[in-house]
């Protein structure tokens, strides 16, 4: 056994009338970096919603007690693993109190303290107080980033806070602080997301008048916006300005653009844009199939979504499980539920496990036919396998 391994079996003997720290001295273990990290993410990957309370205990009484081993100093990385575990635990007072004990000891706040603090505040409803500690620390090493708040906007944007990233940005200007391309992208990004279109092509207007030239995400965000308002002349002229400016499009942009046609309804010119991209050369890859592949299905063109599907195969692209969710979907509003369990089938052999909504699919589907035979043997089978054992009884009362 490893010295992390022998520490977490110890770890779990932990109860009443315990002397941890005797029992953890007793191993005899070399006390590194390297052993700290991985007996906290072992901790952090056994956490459940019943063991938390214990799970954060164990983790600080082992954090503890390696301090205090001769020689050996915590890392920066391992108290940011530390934070974690009390994160996942919902301890964000011990969280905090840990943050502030690290700075007393004079470790740098990164961008990733910042993400980890934000993760589990933003669920609080204090994300804003969090913001405001970092935008005023000192301490807060922002690197790579050129800004404290290009730091802070991009873990925003991780974590969907899109009315946040709009406060911080303000908060930004009226700091004085200059936006680069990145910080554009970001609140360009929210913009978008929250709906706001007029005031999306306003920054995009703003950044053009500050000198700054789109990168690959600019024009990547550019192109998925007028696919999903139906531009399709307009994101032509775009694809051949990224040409001429030497930024020729990738697959990705491709993608993006075919996406946003397929959510406004307009297979055919996602279709038209499919071809393009392989008459310049690209060679479509699992997720812009994937985009063809769920288009089709939701416009109901299921025999469409299947010569898109195999197609790709030939190619020698590997459906992934978004790739067969969307298949089995599709062939079920068709009402062809054998193929649908035989697409079920080669998922499996194929070792793409199915996920759970592709069986809730499948039999709310079933259900809904009034195929409630098939439906339960779905669920039999499931049972039988092992497999969302957990989940059984959600699948059982789902209804499509």
Known sequence: KTAAQKILQVLHQDGPGIDMKLLLSELDVNVSGLVVREVLLGILKMITYANKNRCAKLGYKFFVWSS???????????????????????ELKAMWRLLDEMVEKGYPTTARTFHIVICTCGAAGIARKVVERF?????????????????????LVIQNSYKLIEWVYRRMLRDGHSPD????????????????????????????????????????????V????????????????????????????????????????????????????????????????????????VAGEVDKAREIFDEMIRNGQVPNAYTYNS????????????????????????????????????????????????????IRQLVEKGKHSHLVCKITTYRR
Do not use: W
Not at 73 to 87: E, G, I, P, R
Not at 219 to 224: E, I, R
């Open 68 to 90: 205090e081993q001769q020689g050996f100093k915590h890392t920066l990385d391992a108290y940011h693993t530390m934070m974690s575990v009390f994160a996942e635990c919902g």
């Open 226 to 297: 007028l696919g999903k308002v139906d531009k399709p002349a307009a994101a032509l002229k775009l694809l051949e300005h990224m040409e001429e400016a030497g930024t020729p499009p990738s697959i990705l942009h491709f993608t993006t653009l075919i996406d946003g046609l397929s959510r406004a309804g307009n297979l055919e010119a996602g279709e038209y844009f499919f071809n393009e991209m392989i008459r310049r050369g690209g060679v479509p890859d699992v997720v812009c199939y994937t985009v063809m592949v769920a288009g089709y299905v």
């Open 327 to 378: 298949m089995i979907r599709g062939l079920c509003m068709a009402r062809k539920f054998a193929e649908a369990q035989s697409l079920l089938t080669e998922m499996e052999s194929k070792g793409c496990n199915p996920n759970f909504m592709a069986y809730t699919t499948l039999v709310g589907y079933l259900r809904g036919a009034g195929e409630l035979a098939q439906a339960h043997d779905v």
């Open 181 to 224: 391309v990145l910080t554009y992208n970001i609140v360009m990004c929210a913009k978008f997301r929250l709906g706001k279109l007029d005031e999306f092509h306003g920054v995009v207007d703003e950044m053009s008048r500050n000198g700054l030239s789109p990168d690959l995400h600019t024009y990547g965000l550019l192109l998925h």
């Open 135 to 155: 935008i005023k620390s000192k301490n807060f090493k922002y690197r790579p980033y050129r800004s404290s708040y290009n730091a802070i906007l991009r873990s």
